[in-house]
């Protein structure tokens, strides 16, 4: 059964940054897209950034271009988000999740494409 869990969410200040960690329990990492996403209280979930696994073409939302990088991990089955430059905005609870098709297969940052989702963790930037 396949498990992804998050981690190194927390609270920070506003330009500070953080280290979001996807751990993939009973899924190797040999293809499809893992992506992150984000809700925020009141709004609808969004895609962050997503990464194909294998190629590594990589993905981001306008919002967090510049801040945000993704990365992998396929030896130790991890995907990460580096954030940079945070803002009070980025406040979210952000989710992992993956994909059995490639990230370009269709639209990366909708949520409907994804098979599998991680229990989220907490960001909040305070300003």
């Known amino acids: 059964q396949v498990q992804l869990v998050e981690s190194g969410g927390g609270s920070v200040q506003a330009g500070g940054s953080l280290r979001l960690s996807c751990a993939a329990f009973?899924?190797?990492?040999?293809?499809?897209?893992m992506g992150w996403f984000r809700q925020a209280p009141g709004k609808e979930r969004e895609g962050v950034a997503a990464i194909n696994i294998g190629g590594g073409i990589t993905y981001y939302a306008d919002s967090v271009k510049g801040r945000f990088t993704i990365s992998q991990e396929w030896a130790k089955n991890m995907v990460y988000l580096q954030m940079n430059s945070l803002k009070a905005e980025d406040t979210a609870i952000y989710y992992c999740?993956?994909?059995?098709?490639?990230?370009?297969?269709?639209?990366?940052?909708?949520?409907?494409?994804?098979?599998?989702w991680g229990q989220g963790t907490q960001v909040t930037v305070s300003s």
């Open positions: 009973g899924y190797s990492l040999s293809g499809g897209c």
């Open positions: 999740a993956a994909r059995w098709t490639g990230c370009g297969w269709s639209k990366w940052d909708a949520d409907s494409g994804y098979n599998r």
